[in-house]
């Protein structure tokens, strides 16, 4: 009989879920995934025992953004491509409801990305538009709209691949242009032919629809909170700006403007204006 009470209670213990990550001084902060690199995004989730009113936060000299969720506070961090691996120190500032504040730090490590080294030949009349100059004035417009903050969330559920085709290139990848290193690629390039539709990687809302001689005819797409996605070298735009579109809507086709060897789709994904590896969007979502 004794035997048969213990394994009940061992039974009844067995079917309480444990809090893996208990409440320290009021506070847990619940950072996924554990396993961070160069070039990821990663969310941090901060629940308390009495009422918040705000967060502000910081990592990698940078201010980061969190946002209310039903009873939690949420942001979602980028790491630089260059952020060199080690500990870095992520800061939040909190206000409560009742007026008091608090400052906490938490640890996050960054690990080494694996990034390819790709070589190619560009034509002399494609070649010379790698101008400093003009690609710092194109890249400032596209900026302008990339360090826009709106508070509601239009994204659902992980982000699909744009287009079809054949990867290209990789995010992060160490580019070599006609012998000479020219830093890391930040997005995702998909090889296919002009006919091929490019669709939208998630809800959202165009906020660029423009050809630019560098980046060719471009979309960007907001899809809130400080995420947006951007199509480069398309042969054609089928969306307007203010626009608003769903996961899965064509809004152009594949082509070579701008920069270009040949046709295909550069895919990038900005996180609070950072560049990052669009691809964990789709196969190891950060939010859905």
Do not use: C
């Not at 967060?55 to 953004?65: L, M, Q, T, Y």
């Not at 995702?188 to 809800?203: K, L, Q, S």
């Not at 560098?214 to 307007?240: E, M, P």
């Amino acid at each position: 009989m004794k035997r048969a009470v213990l394994i009940l209670i061992i039974i009844a213990a067995l079917a309480v879920p444990t809090l893996s990550r208990p409440y320290y001084n009021g506070l847990k902060v619940i950072v996924t995934p554990q396993q961070i690199s160069q070039g990821k995004s990663f969310l941090v989730q901060v629940f308390a025992l009495k009422d918040m009113k705000s967060i502000s936060g910081s990592i990698f000299d940078k201010d980061i953004i969190f946002f209310k969720q039903k009873d939690h506070f949420r942001g979602i961090i980028g790491v630089p491509v260059n952020a060199a691996p080690g500990n870095y120190k992520l800061r939040l500032n909190m206000k409560y409801e009742d007026g008091a504040e608090r400052v906490h730090d938490k640890y996050v490590r960054v690990g080494k990305g694996k990034f390819d080294k790709v070589s190619y030949w560009l034509k002399p009349q494609k070649k010379k538009l790698l101008a400093p100059d003009l690609i710092n004035d194109e890249w400032a417009v596209i900026q302008k709209e990339l360090i826009k903050e709106t508070p509601k969330k239009l994204w659902k559920g992980s982000f699909r691949i744009p287009a079809v085709g054949t990867t290209s290139m990789r995010y992060g990848a160490w580019q070599v242009i006609n012998g000479v290193a020219r830093g890391q690629h930040m997005g995702w390039d998909i090889a296919g032919a002009e006919y091929y539709r490019v669709r939208a990687a998630n809800n959202g809302q165009v906020v660029i629809a423009e050809d630019f001689k560098v980046f060719g005819r471009t979309v960007v797409i907001n899809h809130g909170q400080g995420i947006y996605s951007l199509y480069f070298h398309l042969s054609r735009i089928d969306v307007k700006e203010k626009e608003v579109v769903w996961k899965g809507k064509i809004i152009g086709m594949m082509g070579s403007s701008g920069v270009a060897t040949g046709t295909h789709l550069h895919w990038g994904l900005s996180v609070h204006d950072v560049r990052v590896d669009p691809m964990q969007w789709v196969y190891g979502m950060v939010a859905r």
